[in-house]
C-alpha cells in the first residue's frame, strides 16, 4: 500500500482538517491546527508531502521519525501540529486497514467507559451557574471555566474576589455532584496565581489548569507549595522532551498534552507513559474538533493514568460549526451520565461526512484569538 495524495482543509470555526488516500482505497483523517494559525500549519504539513507521496502508511514509527528528525531545526507548536494531524491520519488507515480500533493496536482498551468534561463560561467567565445546570441536566457531570479575565503582573485584588465568588456559586449550586475544574489560563503571573490557587483551595476543584505559562513551569513549584488542589498543565507542550523535566520537577498532578499539537497519537501515548511512571495523570486538552476528539478517545481507551477527557461540544468558539456537523455518524459521541462509550469501529471511529467539510471549507476561515490589554495598556495574556 501507498500514500498518493494528501488533501488539506480549512473549515469554521477554526480547524483544519488533513485527508491522506492511499492506491488501496482507504483514507485516514487528521486534525493538524494551531488555533489562530491554520495556514501557517497548512504549509508545514505541505512541506511533509513530498516525503510522504508514495511511502508506505503502515510504517508508523519510522514516518514519525522522519519527520521529526530528518529536519536539523525541531520541535515547537508548528512542527510537532503538522506531524500531529500526519500521525493521526496513519494511525486512522492503518486501523482499517486490519480492521480494528486504534486502541487494539496500542495494546487494547483497558477501561469500559471515559470520562469527560465541557466548557462553561466564555473566554470571560459569566452565567457560570446557569450553564453548568444545563450541562448537568445535559448529562454532564464535570466543567471547567476561565477563571479570570485580563491579570497584571500584580492587579486589584476585587479580580481575585470575583472568581472566588462564581466558584462558590457554582459550588453551592450543585454540591459535590458536579467536577469543577478552573483554567487560569497563562493569564495569571506567578504572584496573583499563588494566591489566587490558595484562595481557591477549600472549594476542593478537580484541578487548576495552567496556573502559569509553560515558559515559567519553575513557578509551580511555590503555587504548589500554597494549595493542596491538583494542578494540571501541559497544552503548550510539544513533545515527551518538553514534558521530562516538569515530571521530573515533580510539582504537576495531571498533564494535558494535546493529540494534534503534541506529535499525535504515537507521541501522546509515549508521553503518557513518561508520566504514569511519575504517577501523574493524563487529561488530554481538545478544545478541536471531531478527529482530534476522535484521536484523544482512542489514546485514552488504552491508557490506564488518563483520568478524564476535555471536549468541545457546544463551546464558545464553535457558534460557526460544531463538532457533530461534520460527522456521518452523529451518535458516536454521546454522553451518559459523565461518560463516553468507547468505541468498537475501525480506525479512529469517526466516519467524516466529505461532501459537508468540501462545502465548508469553500467558506475557509480566519479564525484569531482576541488580543487583550491591561488597563494601563499593556498587552494582557488571552
Not at 162 to 177: D, F, K, N, P, Y
Not at 212 to 225: C, G, K, S, Y
Not at 335 to 355: A, K, M, R, S, W
Amino acid at each position: 500500500m501507498k500514500i498518493t495524495e494528501m488533501k488539506l482543509y480549512q473549515v469554521p470555526p477554526r480547524w483544519l482538517f488533513l485527508k491522506i488516500e492511499t492506491d488501496e482505497n482507504i483514507c485516514g483523517w487528521g486534525e493538524p491546527i494551531v488555533e489562530g494559525r491554520a495556514s501557517t500549519v497548512q504549509a508545514a504539513v505541505e512541506e511533509m508531502k513530498t516525503y510522504l507521496i508514495g511511502k508506505n502508511p503502515l510504517k508508523i514509527e519510522d514516518h514519525w521519525q522522519v519527520m521529526y528528525r530528518a529536519g536539523f531545526y525541531r520541535g515547537g507548536p508548528v512542527l510537532m501540529s503538522a506531524i500531529a494531524g500526519i500521525d493521526q491520519c496513519l494511525w486512522d488507515i492503518k486501523g482499517k486497514y486490519l480492521n480494528v480500533p486504534i486502541y487494539e493496536l496500542l495494546g487494547g482498551s483497558c477501561r469500559d467507559k471515559l470520562q469527560v468534561y465541557c466548557w462553561i463560561g466564555g473566554d470571560r467567565p459569566q452565567d457560570v451557574v446557569s450553564a453548568a445546570k444545563e450541562k448537568y441536566r445535559q448529562g454532564y457531570r464535570a466543567v471547567k471555566m476561565n477563571a479570570t479575565e485580563e491579570m497584571h503582573y500584580i492587579d486589584n485584588y476585587r479580580k481575585i474576589d470575583e472568581v472566588i465568588e462564581r466558584v462558590g456559586a457554582l459550588r453551592e449550586a450543585l454540591g459535590s455532584e458536579m467536577g469543577i475544574a478552573v483554567d487560569f489560563h497563562g493569564r495569571v503571573h506567578k504572584s496573583m496565581a499563588r494566591t489566587l490557587a490558595k484562595e481557591l483551595e477549600n472549594f476542593r476543584l478537580m484541578f487548576i489548569e495552567e496556573p502559569v505559562l509553560p515558559q515559567n513551569n519553575e513557578a509551580l513549584r511555590d503555587i504548589a507549595n500554597h494549595t493542596s488542589t491538583p494542578i494540571a498543565t501541559g497544552e503548550r507542550m510539544f513533545s515527551r522532551w518538553d514534558f521530562k523535566d516538569l515530571l521530573e520537577a515533580g510539582y504537576v498532578d495531571i498533564i494535558q498534552p494535546d493529540l494534534s499539537h503534541a506529535g499525535g497519537i504515537s507521541e501522546c501515548k509515549k508521553i503518557a507513559a513518561m508520566a504514569e511512571a511519575y504517577d501523574v495523570s493524563v487529561a488530554p486538552h481538545c478544545p478541536l474538533g471531531p478527529i482530534a476528539l476522535a484521536s484523544c478517545v482512542q489514546l485514552d481507551a488504552c491508557t490506564p493514568n488518563v483520568s478524564i477527557q476535555e471536549q468541545s461540544l457546544g463551546i464558545h468558539y464553535n457558534q460557526s460549526g460544531d463538532l457533530l456537523d461534520y460527522l456521518i455518524d452523529k451518535s458516536v459521541f454521546t454522553y451518559h451520565q459523565g461518560f463516553i462509550d468507547i468505541p468498537e469501529t475501525p480506525g479512529l471511529g469517526v466516519q467524516v461526512n466529505e461532501e459537508y467539510v468540501k462545502e465548508r471549507a469553500c467558506e475557509g476561515h480566519d479564525w484569531k484569538n482576541p488580543v487583550w490589554r491591561n488597563y494601563d495598556g499593556t498587552v494582557a495574556e488571552w
